[in-house]
C-alpha cells in the first residue's frame, strides 16, 4: 500500500520528528506523529541513553507530550523509521498506547514511504487492564 494524501501530513510530522531522533547507540532513528480526534497532531523521536534502559521510544515521546498538553482523545498514530519493513511498536509502548487509546489505529512506515495498517487492540493481544 501507498501513502495517500490522507496520511502525508502524519508522514511529514513523523519525519521532521525523526529528524530530530537522538538514537546516539542504536542509530536506529524513529519519529512518531499522533492525531488527536480534533485533527490536532503532535509528535515525539526517541532519545538514548547511555544507561541504555532509560531510553525512550518516539511513540511515548508523542503520547506523553500530547497527554501533557491536556488531550485525552486520540484517533492515529504513524510511526516512522528506515527499516526494510514497516516497525512495529515494542510491547511498552502498545500497553501505554492501549492505555489511553484502546480504539488507536496504527499506520507504521519507513522511508520508502511503505504503509502497514493495523489498531492497537489487533497489536496488543489481551491486553492488561485495571477494569478486567
Ligand atoms: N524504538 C522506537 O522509538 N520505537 C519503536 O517502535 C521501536 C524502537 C527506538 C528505541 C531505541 O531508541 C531504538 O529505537 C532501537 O531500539
Known amino acids: 500500500m501507498s501513502l495517500s494524501d490522507l496520511h502525508s501530513e502524519l508522514y511529514e510530522t513523523a519525519h521532521n520528528a525523526r529528524e530530530n531522533a537522538s538514537a546516539i547507540y542504536s ?7 499522533l492525531r488527536t480526534k480534533s485533527g490536532k497532531i ?5 532519545i538514548e541513553s547511555s544507561s541504555f534502559g532509560l531510553s525512550i521510544c518516539a511513540e511515548r515521546v508523542a503520547l506523553f507530550t500530547a ?24 510491547g511498552a509502548c502498545r500497553q501505554l498506547l492501549y492505555d489511553y487509546a ?4 496504527v499506520i507504521m512506515s519507513n522511508l520508502k514511504k511503505e504503509i502497514v495498517i493495523d489498531n492497537i487492540k489487533n497489536l496488543l493481544k489481551n491486553p492488561f487492564s485495571l477494569s478486567s
Open 42 to 46: 503532535y509528535f515525539g523521536s526517541n
Open 102 to 105: 484502546p480504539e488507536l489505529n
Open 67 to 90: 497527554l501533557s498538553n491536556g488531550e485525552r482523545e486520540f484517533d492515529t498514530i504513524f510511526i516512522l523509521s528506515n527499516s526494510e519493513i514497516p516497525a512495529s511498536p515494542c
Open 27 to 33: 542509530n536506529f532513528k524513529v519519529g512518531a506523529a
